[in-house]
C-alpha cells in the first residue's frame, strides 16, 4: 500500500492549489479516502473526506466552501482543489485510506503573501 501525494507549493492568501493523491497496493475503488493536513507545530487533522463511489463528501468546518475532495476511480487518484487559501491552511497535506497502509510524505503547502 502506498500513497503519493503532489501539487503542494507556495501560495498567496486567496490563491489556488489542486493536490493529486496517487494510490497503489489496494483496490481504490472499494476504499473510502480522506485528506488530512499537519500545520507547523500541531497535530494532524482530517480535512476531507469521499466515500468510495464519490456520494458523500465531508469537510471540516474551516475549509467549508472553499476545498473540494474528489476521485477518479479508473486512475487510482484523488484530489483536493483548494481555493481562497488562508495562511491557516499551511501545513503539510496528506491522504491515506482511514486506517489502510503507511503514511506518504506529504506535500507541504504554504499561504503567505
Known amino acids: 500500500v502506498q500513497f503519493v501525494e503532489s501539487g503542494g507549493g507556495l501560495v498567496q492568501p486567496g490563491g489556488s492549489l489542486r493536490l493529486s493523491c496517487a494510490a497503489s497496493g489496494f483496490s481504490f475503488g472499494y476504499y473510502d479516502m480522506n485528506w488530512y493536513r499537519q500545520p507547523p507545530g500541531k497535530g494532524r487533522e482530517l480535512v476531507a473526506a469521499?466515500?468510495?463511489?464519490?456520494?458523500?463528501?465531508n469537510y471540516v468546518d474551516s475549509v467549508k466552501g472553499r476545498f473540494t475532495i474528489s476521485r477518479d476511480n479508473v486512475k487510482k487518484t484523488m484530489y483536493l482543489q483548494m481555493n481562497n487559501l488562508k495562511p491557516e491552511d499551511t501545513a503539510v497535506y496528506y491522504c491515506r485510506a482511514p486506517s489502510l497502509g503507511p503514511w506518504g510524505q506529504g506535500t507541504q503547502v504554504t499561504v503567505s503573501a
Open positions: 469521499i466515500t468510495s463511489d464519490s456520494a458523500t463528501t
